[in-house]
């Protein structure tokens, strides 16, 4: 029977407000999409999500998007290619530095919207 690799869209939560049950849903799935600032999400959301997921054994991804909190990263916007690499660059790394912190790292990006 070949593995199946049940993800979800976790840390979306934004300083006092929280979105979903991200201690629910890290102890049903294998993969965590984490968001990673730019769309939802902050630092200390990272970091949370990013400990719990490597207790569990679940592997962390990276939601990186486009610089949106306002409309939740799902609005087009123009911008150099490069511009655009180095924002996804920083969020990866961003998040990697709570996934190493909490013993794992991040394995796979997963875009937003």
Known sequence: MPDLDLNSDLGEGY?????????????????????????????????????????RGVAIGAQVSY???AGFGRRFIEMPPRALT???VYQIGALDG?????????RYVKPHG
Do not use: I, Y
């Open 15 to 55: 300083g006092q407000w929280s979105l979903g049950d991200d201690d629910a849903l890290l102890d049903v799935v294998t993969s965590a999409n984490v968001a990673c600032g730019f769309h939802a999400g902050d630092a200390s959301t990272m970091r949370t999500v990013c400990d719990r997921a490597a207790e």
């Open 98 to 106: 709570f996934a190493r912190a909490a013993g794992s790292r991040v």
């Open 67 to 69: 610089h949106d909190l």
């Open 86 to 88: 180095d924002d996804v």
